[in-house]
């Protein structure tokens, strides 16, 4: 049996926290459950936290790409939240570009981004967006 990747709904965007190494098999299963769950809600917006991955290969790169286009395709942006230094220069001597990627530090300024964003319509959850945060940025200290 796979790892399932998490997918929390809060207002009308989707988070998505890796805390796994990504397989194959567990990376298909996201790309699945996360295209199911942005039809099934509506969701216009995608946060994938990747601040659990020490490393990310060119294949993780790709998965990270082709996620985004795939719910660009079904009219929802993403933001990737999290990325470590490490993992921004191996995604560099890669050359991978995530095209279509979106990237901010922390949880919460992707909550800012997808907000201002055309297609975001505010639900009123903001509290639920800071209990998700928890006050803390996208490697766990306590945010000022």
């Known amino acids: 049996m796979s790892d399932r990747v998490p997918i929390i709904k809060i207002g009308e965007l989707l988070l998505v926290s890796i805390q796994v190494d990504l397989s194959d098999e567990t990376t298909v299963a996201l790309q699945e459950d996360l295209s199911n769950r942005i039809v099934d809600t509506g969701a216009h917006g995608v946060i994938i936290d990747i601040s659990a991955l ?33 993992v921004a220069i191996t995604l560099a001597e890669l050359g991978l570009t995530l095209g279509g990627v979106r990237t901010a530090l922390n949880a919460e300024k992707a909550f800012d981004m997808l907000r ?11 509290d639920a967006a800071v209990a998700v945060t928890g006050g803390f940025d996208a490697v766990g200290r306590d945010a000022e």
């Open 116 to 126: 201002q964003s055309a297609r975001f319509t505010p639900s009123g959850d903001d």
């Open 54 to 86: 020490e490393i990310v290969d060119s294949f993780v790169g790709r998965m990270l790409a082709t996620i985004a286009s795939m719910s660009r395709v079904l009219d929802a942006e993403t933001v990737v939240v999290g990325m470590r230094p490490a």
